[in-house]
C-alpha cells in the first residue's frame, strides 16, 4: 500500500509539472524546448511506472511518449495543443485518485473517457486501455485485502482468520449454510458449463440468459451465507452475461470467460477446503471490470450481433415452439428428437434425466447403514455357524440312538433266550410232576415276563427318540436353509447400501478437465483431455482417494509430458496435445488408465538425477520398468527450476502413497517422443470383501480374495530348492516360494518339498509370488474393521474381521506386506532347516486381566513378540493356569474380582516352585502409593495402561533375561 501511495505522489508530480507549462508561446525555438520537456518527463513516467511495477501505466506513457515523439520533429504545435486541451495530464491526475481511492470504481471510466477522447491524434490500442484498467482494478483489490488484514489485526491481534473473504458467517443459521452447500455445488458445476459453451461461441440465447440467472442466483445465496468472494465474482459474471458479448468472444473475451468459468468452481473447492482466494481471482475480477468498461462505452462491433448470431437450427427451434407437439413421456425421454445417438460417455446435460424421485442422505447415515449391514452379515454368520454345529451334534444323537437301539436287541435277544430256556424247563416239570416243585419257581418266570415287557418299552421309546432325533434333523435343516436365504437377502442388502456410495466418474469430469486446462493456460501448452467411462460407478472412498493423485497426475501430463504448440509442429505433430484417462471395471477391481501422447519420460535424465541424489550407483543395470520407477521416489524431480506447479520435490511419491493406502498397483510405462502411460488398479471397495481364510502355524489369517490370482496345488515333483531358497515352475516362470509365518516373523519349520503342498499366487507391482501357508480353509464374506494406531503395529495388516465362530482375525494388506519385503522393510528367513530339525518351544507368558479386550489386545501383542499367551481372568483362575502348566512371565492387572493382583503376586512369592517367575503388573492406577502396594507385594515391573508396543518389549525381554541369568 505504501509504494501505491508513492506512485500516486510521483504520477501527481508529474501532472503539475505539466498543468503549470505556457501552451500559448509563439517563439519557435521556445516551442521546440517546450515540446522536449513535455517528452522527457513521458520518458521520466515511463520509467518511474516500471520502477513501481505499473506495467499498464508504463504502456500508456510509452504510447504518448511515441505520438509525441513522431511530432517532436515535424509538428511540435500539435504536442502543445494537446497540453493545452489537458489531454496530457488529466488521465495522469485521474489515475493518481484512482490509486489513492482504490474503493471507488467511477474512476475508471473518466480515465477511460479522457484515453478514448477523439482529441488524441490516434486511437489508443484497445489492449493498453484494458491492461491499465486491470492493473488499476487489481491494485484496488489488494488495497482492501490490505486494509481488511489491518482492520482484523487491530481487533484480535491476528491477520489471516478474519481476512479470508472464502468464509461464511460466523452467526449463520446451520441449516441455512447446509442448504447452501448442497445446492451450490450443482449450480457452479452448471454455470460453469454453459459458460464453457458460451466462451466457445457455440451457445443459445437460452443458454446465455440460463447461465446469467444461474450467477444471479449464486451471487443472492452466497451474499445471504456471506460469502463474499464468490458473491462479488458471480456479481462481475452476471453483468457480462447480460451484455451483448458476441463480438468480443473472439477478441479475448471468450478466454476470459473460460477463466472466470474455471475460477468459480475452483473458488467453491477453496471454501470447503479451507483455502484462501485463487491467486488469479483478483486479475479476473479487474479483467471483468475492464471488459465492461469496454463493452459499454465502445460501439457494438459490425462483424455480427447475438441476434444474427443464432444459428440456423435455434432458428429453426424458435419456429417450432410456437406449434409445439406434446409427445407422450417415453418418447421425448427416448432422446431421438434430433436423429442423433447419444454416446456414452455424453455430458450430463446432453443425457435424458431419470423422472425417478431422489433423496439427499448423509454420508453418515449410509456407513452407519453399513456398518449394520456388517454387524449383521457377521451376526448370521454366526447362527449359521451354530446350526451347522447343532446339525453336527443331532447326527451325533442319532448315533447314539442307533447304538442303544442296538444294545437294546442284543438284552431283548438275551431275554428272549432266557425265556425259551425258562418255558422248556416248565414243560418239563409239567410232563414228571414226581420232581420237587421246588426246582421250578413260577415267580421266575412271571419276572422274566415283566423285564420283557420293559425291555419291548424301553425299545419303543427310543424308537420314538429316533423319530424325534429325525425330526429335530429335519427342522435344523430348514433352520439352516433359512439362515442361508438370510445369507443371501443379507448379502444384497450389503450391496444395495455399498451402491448407495457408488458416484459416477462424471461427477469429476469438470474438476479434471478444469486442471489441464489450469494448468496450460500456465505453462502456454495446449492440450485436450477425453475422459472414457465417465458412466462407470466408483466407490466414494475410493473415487475420492484417487482424485488427488489424479490430478497430480494431470498437471505432470501437461507439465512433463505434453510438449509446447512450437515444438510439437516441429515434430509433425498436431499444436493440441491429447490426455486421454480411461476408467474400466474388471472384476473386482476398477482400473485407471492415464495417457499422454507428449515427449514421454526421458530415461537417461532420470538415471543421472538418481544417480545425483545416490538412489543409483554409476554403471548399475535397471531395466527399463525398474527406472521409469525410480520417479516414485520420495521427493524425485527432473526440473531444474522450480514453479507452481513442479519442481518442488512432491512428486510421483505422493500418487504411489495414495495408491498403496487403497490398496492397489501402479503400472509405468512410457515411450520417447510418444508419451506416457500410468495404470492405475485398486479394488471395488475397501469396506466388505471376500477373503480366503489361511492358517499359519496356528493363527487365523483372512488374505482378500482380490489379491489372489490363483490357488494352485504344486505336486512334490514340481518343488525346486536352490541355495536353501523355494522355487516352484508355473507357466513357465520360476516363482519364489514365500512362507507367510516368516514374513510376520513367526518361527516355522521348513516345508518337506517331498511332499506336495497348496500355495496362494500373488502378484506385486515388480514380481510375482508363491505364498505357502499351513492349511488353506474356505472363503467368507467379512467385514473390515480398522484397527486402532497403538494396535496397528504389524506390517502388512490392513484391519481385523469377526469370524463366525466369534474369533478375530488379522486382514492381510498383501500388497504392502510384498512391497516392504522388495524395498528392504522387511525380511524372510529361508533356512535350510529339515523335518527333523526341533523347533525352540516359545516362551509363555501368562497374561491376567478380568477386561477380555484387555486380554485379547495384550495376547496379541505378546503373539507379534513372538511369544505364546495364556489368559486368565483373575488371580483365582492365573493359580490354577500355574499349577497345570509352566509359565516364564507373568503379566497381571491390578484390581479384579475374587482374586486382585496384589493377592495373587503374594500367593505366587510363597509358593516354591514358581517364586522365580516375574511378574509385570499392567494397570491404570499410576499413583506412587500403588507402585509402594505393588512393590512390597514383590512385582518386578510396574506400567500403566495404555501400553505401547515398545515398551512392553522392552520389559519382556529385561525380565526374561534376568531370569535366563538367574
Known amino acids: 500500500m505504501d509504494d501505491t501511495i508513492a506512485f500516486a505522489e510521483e504520477l501527481e508530480e508529474v501532472a503539475l509539472q505539466l498543468s503549470t507549462l505556457d501552451p500559448l508561446v509563439e517563439d519557435p525555438a521556445d516551442i521546440a524546448d517546450l515540446a522536449e520537456r513535455i517528452v522527457a518527463e513521458y520518458e521520466r513516467l515511463g520509467m518511474t511506472a516500471a ?68 482529441a488524441w491524434p490516434e486511437s489508443i490500442p484497445a489492449e493498453l486501455l484494458q491492461q491499465l484498467l486491470i492493473n488499476l482494478r487489481t491494485d484496488a483489490l489488494h488495497a482492501q485485502q490490505d486494509e481488511d488484514e489491518a482492520a482484523h489485526a487491530t481487533d484480535d491481534g491476528t491477520s489471516d482468520a478474519g481476512a479470508n473473504p472464502l468464509a461464511w458467517d460466523a452467526d449463520i ?30 451457445s443459445t440465447s437460452e443458454q446465455k440468459r440460463h447461465a446469467a440467472r444461474l450467477a444471479h442466483t449464486i451471487k443472492g445465496a452466497s451474499g445471504v451465507v ?43 473447492e477453496h471454501l470447503q477446503e479451507g483455502k484462501t482466494v485463487p491467486d488469479e481471482y ?99 454368520s454366526q447362527i449359521a455357524e451354530n446350526a451347522q454345529r447343532t446339525l453336527q451334534f443331532g447326527k451325533q444323537l442319532q448315533q447314539q440312538d442307533e447304538h442303544i437301539r442296538q444294545m437294546l436287541d442284543e438284552l431283548s435277544e438275551t431275554i428272549d433266550q432266557q ?21 421250578f419257581d413260577h415267580l421266575e418266570l412271571e419276572g422274566y415276563n415283566d423285564l420283557y415287557s420293559t425291555t419291548n418299552l424301553l425299545t419303543e421309546s427310543v424308537a420314538d427318540s429316533r423319530e424325534m432325533t429325525y425330526s429335530l434333523q429335519q427342522q435344523i435343516r430348514q433352520i439352516s ?116 501422447d507428449g515427449q514421454g519420460l526421458d530415461v537417461e535424465r532420470i538415471r543421472r538425477r538418481a544417480i545425483e541424489r545416490d538412489l543409483l550407483k554409476e554403471g548399475q543395470d535397471l531395466s527399463e520398468a525398474e527406472m521409469l520407477r525410480l520417479i516414485l521416489q520420495p521427493g524425485f524431480t527432473t526440473r531444474e527450476q522450480v514453479s507452481d506447479i513442479s519442481g518442488r520435490g512432491v512428486g510421483m511419491d505422493v500418487v504411489q502413497s495414495a495408491v498403496e493406502d487403497l490398496q492397489g498397483l501402479l503400472h509405468l510405462s512410457s515411450q520417447a517422443g510418444k508419451g506416457t502411460s500410468v495404470h492405475i488398479q485398486v479394488p471395488l471397495t475397501l469396506i466388505a470383501t471376500n477373503a480366503l481364510l489361511v492358517r499359519t502355524v496356528g493363527n487365523l ?169 495364556i489368559t486368565a481372568v483373575d488371580g483365582l483362575d492365573a493359580l490354577q493356569h500355574l499349577h497345570s502348566q509352566a509359565v516364564e512371565l507373568i503379566l497381571t492387572d491390578l484390581e479384579m474380582p475374587r482374586m486382585n493382583g496384589l493377592e495373587m503376586t503374594q500367593a505366587v512369592r510363597i509358593w516354591p516352585e514358581k517364586r522365580h517367575v516375574p511378574i509385570i503388573m499392567v494397570t491404570s492406577r499410576s499413583t506412587q502409593k500403588h507402585r509402594e502396594m505393588a512393590q512390597q507385594a514383590g512385582v518386578d515391573g510396574y506400567l500403566t495402561k495404555p501400553v505401547d508396543h515398545e515398551t512392553l518389549k522392552t520389559q519382556l525381554q529385561k525380565w526374561l533375561s534376568t531370569q535366563l541369568a538367574a
Open 481 to 596: 436353509d433359512q439362515v442361508y436365504q438370510q445369507q443371501r437377502l443379507q448379502r444384497q442388502l450389503s450391496e444395495t447400501i455399498l451402491r448407495t456410495r457408488l458416484i459416477p466418474v462424471q461427477s469429476i469430469a469438470a474438476r479434471v478437465e478444469r486442471t489441464v486446462r489450469e494448468t496450460c493456460r500456465r505453462t502456454n501448452k495446449q492440450a485436450n483431455i477425453k475422459i472414457i467411462g465417465q458412466n462407470l460407478q466408483v466407490d466414494t472412498d475410493i473415487l475420492q482417494g484417487l482424485t488427488a493423485p489424479l490430478l497430480h497426475m494431470l498437471r505432470n501430463a501437461v507439465d512433463h509430458g505434453i510438449e509446447t504448440p512450437e515444438q510439437r509442429q516441429a515434430q509433425q505433430k498436431p499444436a493440441e496435445g491429447v490426455i486421454e484417462l480411461r476408467f474400466e471395471q474388471k472384476g473386482n477391481h476398477i482400473h485407471m488408465t492415464l495417457s499422454d
Open 701 to 869: 489369517i483372512a488374505i482378500p480374495g482380490n489379491t489372489i490370482q490363483q490357488v494352485l496345488y504344486v505336486a512334490s515333483t514340481d518343488n525346486i530348492s536352490e541355495d536353501g531358497t523355494w522355487y516352484i515352475e508355473h507357466q513357465t516362470q520360476k516363482l519364489e516360494v514365500l512362507q507367510l509365518a516368516r514374513l510376520f516373523g513367526w518361527y516355522s519349520e521348513a516345508p518337506d518339498l517331498t511332499q506336495g503342498h497348496s500355495l496362494l499366487i500373488i502378484a506385486s507391482e515388480n514380481k510375482t509370488y508363491a505364498v505357502h501357508v499351513d492349511d488353506i480353509l474356505q472363503p467368507r464374506d467379512i467385514v473390515v474393521k480398522n484397527l486402532p494406531t497403538w494396535l496397528n503395529t504389524a506390517q502388512g495388516v490392513s484391519g481385523a474381521c469377526i469370524l463366525a465362530n466369534g474369533e478375530v482375525a488379522p486382514v492381510l494388506d498383501t500388497l504392502r506386506l510384498l512391497r516392504n519385503l522388495e524395498h528392504g522393510l522387511l525380511k524372510s528367513t529361508q533356512t535350510a532347516q529339515t523335518k527333523s530339525d526341533k523347533a525352540p518351544a516359545r516362551q509363555a507368558i501368562l497374561i491376567v486381566d478380568d477386561s477380555l479386550s484387555n486380554r485379547k489386545s495384550l495376547s496379541l501383542m505378546v503373539e507379534q513378540l513372538g511369544y505364546r499367551s
Open 282 to 380: 483478483a486479475t479476473l475480477l479487474a479483467d471483468m471490470d475492464a471488459w465492461e468498461q469496454r463493452i459499454t462505452t465502445e460501439p457494438a462491433p459490425t462483424l455480427y450481433d447475438e441476434e444474427a448470431s443464432e444459428s440456423p437450427d435455434e432458428l429453426g427451434n424458435d419456429l417450432l415452439t410456437e406449434n409445439t407437439i406434446v409427445l407422450p413421456e417415453f418418447i421425448t425421454q427416448a432422446g431421438v428428437g434430433n436423429g442423433e445417438l447419444v454416446e456414452e460417455d455424453a455430458p450430463t446435460a446432453d443425457i435424458p434425466r431419470s423422472s425417478s424421485t431422489h433423496l439427499a442422505v448423509p454420508m453418515e447415515t449410509v456407513q452407519r447403514l453399513l456398518n449394520l449391514a456388517g454387524e449383521l452379515i457377521t451376526s448370521t
Open 226 to 268: 456471506g460469502v463474499e468472494a464468490i458473491t462479488a465474482f458471480t456479481h462481475r459474471l452476471e453483468d457480462i452475461l447480460d451484455l451483448n458479448i458476441s463480438g468480443y468472444l473472439n477478441q479475448g473475451l471468450g478466454d476470459t470467460l473460460g477463466a472466470c468459468a474455471d475460477c468459480l468452481e475452483s473458488l467453491f
Open 51 to 118: 520502477m513501481f511495477d505499473k506495467q499498464g501505466i508504463q504502456q500508456v506513457a510509452e504510447w504518448i511518449h511515441g505520438i509525441l515523439t513522431s511530432f517532436q520533429a515535424t509538428l511540435p504545435e500539435a504536442i502543445l495543443e494537446l497540453l493545452q486541451e489537458g489531454q496530457l495530464f488529466n488521465w495522469i491526475e485521474l489515475t493518481a485518485i484512482a490509486l489513492r481511492e482504490p474503493e471507488e470504481l467511477s474512476h475508471l471510466p473518466a480515465i477511460s473517457s479522457e484515453l478514448l477522447s477523439e
Open 173 to 202: 443459521h446451520p441449516e441455512l449454510l447446509d442448504a447452501w452447500l448442497q445446492e451450490t455445488p450443482g449450480q457452479i458445476a452448471e454455470a460453469a458449463r454453459l459458460i464453457h459453451v458460451i466462451a466457445k461461441g457455440n
Open 419 to 439: 425265556s425259551t430256556k425258562l418255558n422248556r424247563q416248565n414243560n418239563l416239570k409239567l410232563v414228571k410232576p414226581s420232581d420237587r416243585a421246588s426246582d
